[in-house]
């Protein structure tokens, strides 16, 4: 049964940082591209950063560009997303995702979900 379990979430005010880890269980970890999607209230589920198996490539939404990186650990089957600067409009559930196939980032693409944590910005 594959599980990915998302925490690091919480409140914190503009111009702060948080720490999104996803810790991923029943699936052979470096097979799989690894992404973080974000959906704010009444809006649509939104693309945020993806990183290849190998750990080389990155990918990342403009809107986060420069203030997020995504990061992952094979030994650990775990991927990370470092948030800094963190802006109101960065208020969301955020979801870790696991995809068998090349890199993508429609929502879609994508195989395993993790069940979300909520990150608050407030001004």
């Known amino acids: 049964q594959v599980q990915l379990v998302e925490s690091g979430g919480g409140l914190v005010q503009a111009g702060g940082s948080l720490r999104l880890s996803c810790a991923a269980s029943g699936l052979t970890f470096s097979r799989y591209v690894m992404g973080w999607f974000r959906q704010a209230p009444g809006k649509e589920r939104e693309f945020v950063a993806a990183i290849s198996r190998n750990e080389i490539s990155t990918y990342y939404a403009d809107p986060v560009k420069g203030r997020f990186t995504i990061s992952r650990d094979n030994a650990k089957t775990t991927v990370y997303l470092q948030m800094n600067g963190l802006k109101p409009e960065d208020t969301a559930v955020y979801y870790c995702?696991?995809?068998?196939?090349?890199?993508?980032?429609?929502?879609?693409?994508?195989?395993?979900w993790g069940q979300g944590t909520q990150v608050t910005v407030s001004s």
């Open positions: 995702a696991a995809d068998s196939g090349p890199e993508r980032t429609t929502p879609l693409a994508y195989d395993y």
